[in-house]
């Protein structure tokens, strides 16, 4: 981080992004699902922490931003604009994985849709395991409420 000198206040504060880098993360998030201005700022809250405080002040300018470069889509949905990536945000994002890297690598956040293969691998080979074990008629009882809430989440994430 670097500081910077408030001319009106004699003292230093710190800046928690470098130039270009809240457009960037902004462009990261979007590239993992479309969002809102508010679902956007509590991304930024959960990634970041306290660390970083976002502000309608700072996100929808940079929304704006990206949108006049054709780098997102905005829509209104309701009472909500949303906000997508566009391909040539896609494109831009790819160009710029190196310095998400360098943010990530600088605060712990990270970016991007995770693979859940390795979870998945796990679960099944746990489910292997102790199949032998478990009363079959009780197994596929848990398995078929495991699979009823995934179909939920996959809802929820479809209604975004």
């Known amino acids: 981080m670097r500081d910077v000198k408030e001319p009106w206040s004699g003292e230093r504060s710190r800046r928690f992004f470098r130039s270009g880098e809240l457009h960037l993360v902004l462009l990261a998030f979007l590239g993992e699902r479309p969002q809102h201005g508010y679902e956007l700022m509590a991304e930024l809250t959960a990634r970041f922490g306290p660390a970083y405080r976002p502000s309608p002040g700072s996100i929808y300018p940079a929304l704006s931003a990206l949108e006049a470069e054709g780098l997102v889509l905005a829509e209104d949905e309701g009472d ?48 292997r395991a102790v199949a032998h074990l478990v009363d079959e008629d009780e197994a596929e009882t848990i398995l078929e409420s495991a699979a009823a809430d995934i179909e939920k989440l996959s809802t929820k994430r479809r209604r975004r």
Do not use: C, M, N, Q
């Open 80 to 127: 909500r604009r949303v906000y997508r990536i566009s391909p040539t945000g896609a494109d831009a994002l790819e160009e710029r994985r190196a310095v998400l890297a360098t943010v990530e690598a600088r605060t712990g956040a990270r970016f991007g849709p995770r693979s859940l293969e390795p979870a998945l691998a796990d679960l099944a080979a746990k489910v």
